[in-house]
């Protein structure tokens, strides 16, 4: 069983909905990370928060927008999206803040899929 | 450029056979090299860590790989397979030169293993 819990797990919305993906995760872990994920290749990073803060942001469209309430929550608000925009997202978190210095640890991620 | 290979998009092995997954990787500095699994309709799952110290690294679900300097590869080992190791293995490596928020985790494009019975 993981230690990052996502929900839901399925997600399917039009392209003008609003919606929003969980995550949570009581290890203790000090960074907190989304990433994308299409059928079959690597993961895709998002977002990365340390001690709450965004500290990473890969250019992502402003119709993604996250949102860290606490050091264990991680949310990610979703709006106007493409069909494109399909995909699996997957939450991490790590002990450590540097991307890359302690494992990532994933949750099972919410398959979206924009009609 | 820093990248990470995984030549081979697909492997196949027979059940109780051993298996190896292959990795190359080009960073500048000392690399920290990851393996993780992931099964069908789950995330991702870390399997072992190479950061320093002895270059054989033993993991999960009894998972090895070994760390080759002069080789810059850290290919992924089992000695005897299961069906249920079946699943897509990625190779991840921390860039040794960049810091803070610079630093990337630079992923393989994956292999997928299929285990038959």
């Known amino acids: 069983d993981t230690e990052v819990t996502q929900t839901p797990k399925h997600l399917v919305m039009g392209m003008t909905n609003k919606k929003s993906l969980k995550c949570e995760q009581h290890m203790g872990h000090r960074a907190m990370y989304w990433y994308k994920q299409k059928a079959k290749k690597p993961p895709e990073l998002m977002f990365v928060y340390s001690y709450e803060k965004l500290s990473i942001n890969e250019s992502v469209p402003s119709r993604f927008s996250p949102e860290c309430p606490n050091s264990s929550l991680l949310n990610l608000h979703l709006h106007a999206l493409q069909p494109e925009d399909s995909a699996l997202y997957l939450c991490a978190s790590s002990q450590e803040i540097q991307l890359g210095d302690s494992p990532l640890h994933f949750g099972n991620g919410t398959r979206l899929t924009v009609t | ?117």
Do not use: M
């Open chain 2, 1 to 117: 450029a820093q990248s990470v290979a995984q030549p081979e998009d697909q492997v196949n092995v027979a059940e109780g056979n051993p298996l190896t997954v292959k990795c190359t990787y080009s960073v500048s500095g000392n690399p920290y090299l990851f393996w993780y699994v992931q099964y069908p309709n789950r995330g991702l799952q870390f399997l072992l860590k190479y950061i320093t110290g002895d270059n054989l690294v033993k993991g999960s679900y009894g998972f090895e790989a070994e760390f080759n300097k002069s080789q810059t590869s850290f290919h992924l080992k089992k000695p005897s397979a299961l069906v249920s190791d079946s699943a897509l293995y990625f190779c991840a490596v921390r860039d040794g030169f960049n810091a803070g928020n610079n630093r990337k985790l630079i992923w393989g494009l994956g292999t997928s293993l299929a285990v038959n019975p």
